[in-house]
Structure formats: structure tokens, C-alpha cells
Nanobody, 124 residues
Framework: QVQLVESGGGLVQAGGSLRLSCAAS????????MGWFRQAPGKEREFVAA????????YYADSVKGRATISRDNTKNTVYLQMNSLKPEDTAVYYC?????????????????WGQGTQVTVSS
């Protein structure tokens, strides 16, 4: 079992940046693949980014590629999502997710644990 707590969301102007953090409980954080998803009002939850247990392999949705960076610090049990050049369409609740194993799922069905989400609002 792992518990996830996101932070770092907020209100930012278009073109700005935010760094989201997701702190995980437990002593086996490095055994988990980590992902970020988001859900905008009236839309389904969608994949944003994911990384392998080591952070060496990373994956991004086309909508954020080149603007987002996922990283992790296994010594701090934390995964990060750096978002730059933010756009109003990035406005959503951002969720951190985790699953054990080596394979990195890109769909939400592949993740077993979820945080409560953090709101990101980008004003135009």
C-alpha cells in the first residue's frame, strides 16, 4: 500500500510555470512506477506523464511534450511534475498515481493508487 499526497497547484498566468509534487508514504517507493494525470471540468481524466521506478524512462502526452518534465527523488519518496509555458487548457485537477512493477502504463487503468488531486488554474 502507498498513500499519495499532491501539492504545488495554484493559479498562474498563461506562460507561467508550476512544479507539482507528490509525496508517497511507505518504504518501497522505488518499487513503484509513477504517473501524473489530469481532469478538466466536464472531461475525462487523461494521461499527462509517467516515469519508471528509476526515473530513467519518461513518457509524456503529446499535449504537454516539450513543456512538462516528470522526475522523481527516491530518497525523498517524491515525484515531481514541472510544467512550463502553461496554457489555459492546462487548467485541471492534477492527480498523482502509482503502481508496482516494471511496466509503465499510460492509461489510468494501469494504476492502483491515487492521490486526492491538486487544482491547477491557468488564466489567460
Amino acid at each position: 500500500q502507498v498513500q499519495l499526497v499532491e501539492s504545488g497547484g495554484g493559479l498562474v498566468q498563461a506562460g507561467g510555470s508550476l512544479r507539482l509534487s507528490c509525496a508517497a508514504s511507505g518504504r518501497t517507493f522505488s518499487a513503484y512506477v509513477m504517473g501524473w494525470f489530469r481532469q478538466a471540468p466536464g472531461k475525462e481524466r487523461e494521461f499527462v506523464a509517467a516515469c519508471s521506478w528509476s526515473g530513467d524512462s519518461t513518457y509524456y502526452a503529446d499535449s504537454v511534450k516539450g513543456r512538462a518534465t516528470i522526475s522523481r527523488d527516491n530518497t525523498k519518496n517524491t515525484v515531481y511534475l514541472q510544467m512550463n509555458s502553461l496554457k489555459p487548457e492546462d487548467t485541471a485537477v492534477y492527480y498523482c498515481a502509482a503502481t508496482r512493477g516494471l511496466r509503465v502504463p499510460l492509461g489510468q487503468q494501469g494504476y492502483d493508487y491515487w492521490g486526492q488531486g491538486t487544482q491547477v488554474t491557468v488564466s489567460s
